[in-house]
């Protein structure tokens, strides 16, 4: 059972490439998140998928797109990368959305530095 | 002010002892809390949730809430080495997960 899987593990980019997080989950999870975590910052929340078919915003989506492929797959696209999202990248599932008692599961992340 | 605060250690305990890990938030209609584990260059994992004033304990674990304060702490009782990593406290502030905030996580020390 590998639960949420990340791809790349790492990454390097320059300055206005572009590139794709992948994220895979087994779980039959319906909601799926990107979080980025920065030094002294916390894990914050970039966007969300409450369900298939659905994306919305989460705390800090300036510079990423998103899609829910289907209900095991969701990508982070970063179009044109700035040194300012250099960060370690998290993918996380949870198996219902407005259920506030719900657990988050993560996958082992994605660090990216962007020069 | 940031959403939910933390100290950010380290906080160094000997083998055996009880480390205690505090966490505040600012939204005082926060409805569910929790603590995540992480190791170094890990993820997360979940090690307690609360949701009503009071403790809940789970093992050598005690997630105590304080919701009139603001407030919620992780006890870790017979710490072990294997114990060392960040702590990371994460406060659902609404109805979805969507809503989830984390502090910036309290790194533990467990000395032999």
């Known amino acids: 059972n590998a639960g949420v899987t990340q791809t790349p593990k790492f990454q390097v980019l320059k300055t206005g490439q572009s590139m794709t997080l992948q994220c895979a989950q087994d779980?039959?999870?319906?909601?799926m998140y990107w979080y980025r975590q920065d030094p002294g910052m916390g894990l914050r929340l970039i966007y969300y998928?409450?369900?298939?078919?659905?994306?919305d915003k989460g705390e800090v989506p300036n510079g990423y797109n998103v899609s829910r492929l289907n209900k095991r797959e969701f990508s982070l696209r970063l179009e044109s990368a700035a040194p300012s999202q250099t960060s370690v990248y998290f993918c996380?599932?949870?198996?219902?959305?407005?259920?506030?008692?719900?657990?988050?599961?993560f996958g082992p992340g994605t660090r990216l530095t962007v020069l | 002010q940031k959403e939910v605060e933390q100290n950010s250690g380290p906080l160094s305990v000997p083998e055996g002892a009880i480390a205690s890990l505090n966490c505040t938030y600012s939204?005082?209609?926060?409805?569910?809390f929790f603590w995540y584990r992480q190791y170094s260059g890990k993820s997360p994992e979940l090690i307690m949730s609360?949701?009503?004033?009071g403790d809940k304990e789970d093992g050598r674990f005690t997630a105590q809430l304080n919701k009139a304060s603001q407030y919620v702490s992780l006890l870790i009782r017979d710490s072990q080495p294997s114990d060392s990593a960040t702590y990371l406290c994460?406060?659902?502030?609404?109805?979805?997960?969507?809503?989830?905030?984390f502090g910036a996580g309290t790194r533990l020390t467990v000395k032999p």
């Open positions: 994460a406060v659902n502030t609404g109805y979805n997960n969507n809503d989830m905030r």
């Open positions: 996380a599932s949870s198996s219902l959305a407005g259920v506030r008692t719900d657990t988050q599961y």
């Open positions: 779980m039959n999870h319906n909601s």
């Open positions: 998928s409450a369900s298939e078919g659905t994306t």
């Open positions: 609360i949701y009503s004033n």
């Open positions: 939204d005082r209609g926060s409805q569910s």
